[in-house]
């Protein structure tokens, strides 16, 4: 492992902006309730959430990266294009939501090509990044890191390093950095933490934008920009979402799910306001973190 912490002190702030684009149905908390072949019965909000993100990143000209789930981007190809056309980078969340450690190698593998292959040809770009369906990179599937490389991505922004039930790397890098990927390395920008005596606490992506006051994420930044960390916030469309129906045909409402998303919005404004935000492709090829194409060990955006 590299060493954990990279930061650019005195080459002003590197923030990245993120998307992981998916709809409010297809989330891991809802996955026991509803099955994927019954999505197409929910009515779609996230065309419509998601061109809400798009105008409010224009009012304060923040860059993102959108890391687009294949099936969102089957069902609505033309929002691919959208988010393209308006300047952004489009990256791939994997093609169903499963997560990495649901999957087998060869099932990962054939997920990362496809919507790799997928998302190319709607947004006419090379799809570089890869971000997993709830941050399931982890001890466990650092294999999966070894077919991202292979299957020609050149950088992940997976890795949470907090131990939560289901994902977390705790050991992981807390600043962009390579880290090992079978054989070769890959770029990885993880999200964010602040250090809080022995504990690290994940700040501005997940749920926790939504999730701590807006004083405490505005806290956050400047902290990141003070020790000359970078740092990527990460939002989903249906965050900014307060009328999206209920999932569960009980009734039930997950307070991760449903807390404060009248007021995601608004904290993400005050942040963008805060400081200049751009792709995550483009930080970690500022960073030198990223080769650049042509770079690499023979292994072309294109396979
Ligand atoms: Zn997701």
Redesign the pocket.
Same mark, same amino acid.
């Given at each position: 492992m590299p060493p954990a912490e990279s930061g650019a002190p005195g080459r002003g702030s590197a923030f990245a902006l993120s998307v992981?684009v998916?709809d409010y149905y $297809?989330? $891991?908390a809802f996955a026991s309730v509803v099955a994927r072949d019954a999505w197409n019965r929910f009515p779609s909000r996230v065309v419509a959430n998601t061109n809400r993100l798009l105008d409010l990143f224009d009012e304060s000209g923040a860059k993102g990266t959108f890391?687009t789930?294949g099936w969102v981007a089957r069902e609505h190809p033309d929002l691919v294009r959208d988010i393209a056309r308006r300047g952004h980078e489009i990256a791939s !969340?994997?093609m169903d !939501?499963r997560m990495i450690t649901e999957l087998t190698p060869q099932e990962f593998r054939a997920q990362a090509i496809d919507s790799k292959s997928l998302l190319e040809d709607l947004s006419g770009q090379s799809v570089l990044g890869y971000?997993a369906?709830?941050y399931t990179v982890g001890r466990g599937t650092l294999w999966s890191l070894e077919i991202l490389r292979e299957t020609g991505y050149a950088y992940d922004s997976s890795i949470f390093p907090i131990r939560r039930r289901r994902y977390g790397y705790p050991e992981g890098p807390i600043g962009p950095a390579r880290i090992q990927a079978g054989k070769t390395t890959i770029a990885e920008f993880p999200l964010p933490t602040v250090g809080w005596g022995s504990a690290r606490l994940p700040v501005l992506a997940g749920a926790y934008l939504r999730l701590w006051p807006a004083w405490a994420s505005l806290a956050a930044l400047d902290h990141h920009r003070r020790v000359g960390r970078p740092l990527v916030v990460n939002i !989903?469309p249906w965050e900014i979402d307060p009328d999206q129906p209920t999932v569960d045909p009980r009734g039930r409402r997950p307070w991760t799910h449903y807390a404060r998303l009248d007021r995601a919005a608004g904290i993400l404004r005050r942040v963008l306001e805060r400081d200049s935000f751009d792709t995550v492709r483009s930080r970690l090829e500022h960073l030198g973190v990223l080769e650049r194409a042509g770079d690499d060990d023979g292994r072309s955006a294109t396979a």
């Open positions: 992981d998916e $297809q989330v $891991q890391f789930l !969340h994997g !939501h971000r369906p709830s !989903h």
